[in-house]
């Protein structure tokens, strides 16, 4: 149990913390992980105390190397927690008491733990965005190489996983590009209001030091100090957004991953999933489990549930600062853990994967056509409503006959519309299928390539090299395509 010196507010107090209340109040276990923000922003505090007149330099100069020394405790693995230890706050000053004495006292001046562990939270998170950025790009550059890979490959496009028209199976891979480049963008807006900075804001009044936040948010690298000290030290929006942001991301890998393991199956058998991230059975030595992407889809349920969590906590809170605030960090640094895994996985499946083309090629059928026929009628003058009622009645014509649409004999068209004539034939081709898909968007070799000049461009301008987009990585061969650009 703590002493009352080795808490932050034990003045106050005559008895000591009941130790069950002391276990559930300590956050030192979860929130230690901010300990190079927490150090970073002490530092520059010092400097500002200094800049005040509240310290000397001789006095700023021993907290900042003593400040260092901790740093350096804690990336080697050698800082040693105590049990007074309430969180990272109190560890850090407890550790730069012991190596320089009571001027380590001097460091919170001004300075409350509300206004610090918001300063710690954001810059923690404008680092961690960074990095998801940069793995979000990785991952649409992966998705890009698939779609160049494989141009040339048409499968059927599915609606309530219903065959439904044919598209291209880049038109497929592009279609979760763009899905990644909403969020990539969503995140560069929120990155944005992350970085504001509460310091300054005290427990919740602001202080009666002459700190010059400007210049403070300059130097730890701010775009700006936050304008109101008591938002700034109950503002967790930017926990609420990214959890947001983070679930929507986890949503759309969900997506991928279930279509995968779909089309991974036996029965599909599109695709072959790269066995560096496939598991094995404990009992059937013959199963080739898709647990990578199991885990993509199970994860997402999970970091949806921590955005949930969240908001439940803050819906109820009164103003300013409560230590319900405590609980945003947990489910904040497990739902970005885990993004930092998924991305990674998701690409390495995506750039491993096989294609099995005459499995899709096989999987086309005329009635995928059937919307084809009725643009053909309306070409010829029916409007589409009237096209599209001959096309169901011959559709359920061909069924009643046992034969493919294309082998409707001609007179039994014509018993539907005389409209039709000889070159309906023409119309049931898939390659022509797709090739009438001309629009911007649309499944045409011409529109997929226009958007993957476009989706090579956005990569360029967030640091990609377009040429890595058309490098084959890994073990992504084509099985049965032979036309490959």
Known sequence: MPGDHAR?????????????????????????????????????????????????????????????????????GRFEPKPDDEDIHTAVERRLTELIGPVAGKLHTGRSRNDQVATDLRLYLREELDTLADALSELQAAALRLAERHLEVLMPGYTHLQRAQPVRFSQWVLSYFWAWQRDRERLLELRRRVNVMPLGSGALAGTALPIDRQALARELGFERPSAN??????????????????????????????????????????????????????????????????????????????????????????????????????????????????????????????????????????????????????????????????????????????????????????????????DLATVFSFEASVERKLVQGGTSRAAILEQIAEARRLLERSGVPSGSASMPVGNGGDSGDEHNP
Request: with cysteine.
């Open 229 to 422: 000290s008591m938002d700034a030290v109950r503002d967790r929006d930017c926990v609420v957004e990214t959890l947001s942001w983070a679930a929507l991301l986890a949503v759309h890998l969900s997506q991928l991953a279930e279509d995968l393991i779909i089309w991974s199956t036996a029965e599909f058998g599109f695709v072959r999933l790269p066995e560096a991230y496939c598991t094995g059975s404990s009992l059937m030595p013959h199963k080739r489990n898709p647990d990578a992407l199991e885990l993509l889809r199970g994860k997402a349920g999970r970091i949806i549930g921590a955005l949930v969590g969240v908001m439940t906590v803050l819906k109820g809170q009164p103003s300013t600062y409560n230590k319900d605030l405590q609980e945003d960090k947990e489910p904040l640094f497990d739902s970005l853990d885990a993004l930092r895994l998924m991305l990674p996985v998701a690409r390495g499946v995506l750039d491993g994967l096989e294609v099995n083309a005459e499995r899709m090629r096989a999987a086309l059928d005329d009635g995928m056509l059937a919307t084809d026929v009725a643009d053909y009628l309306v070409a010829k003058g029916l409007p589409f409503r009237e096209a599209h009622f001959v096309v169901g009645r011959a559709v359920r014509r061909a069924e009643e006959l046992g034969v493919p649409l294309s082998r409707l004999p001609l007179h039994e068209w014509q018993l539907l519309s005389p409209l039709v004539g000889e």
């Open 8 to 76: 932050l507010w034990g003045g106050r107090f005559s008895a000591q913390p009941e130790e069950h209340l002391w276990r559930l109040n300590a956050s030192f276990p979860f929130d230690r992980r901010l300990y190079e923000q927490d150090i970073r922003g002490s530092q520059a505090y010092a400097r500002a105390l200094e800049r005040a007149g509240v310290l000397t330099r001789r006095e700023r100069e021993e907290i900042e190397q003593g400040l260092a020394q901790i740093l350096q405790e804690f990336r080697e």
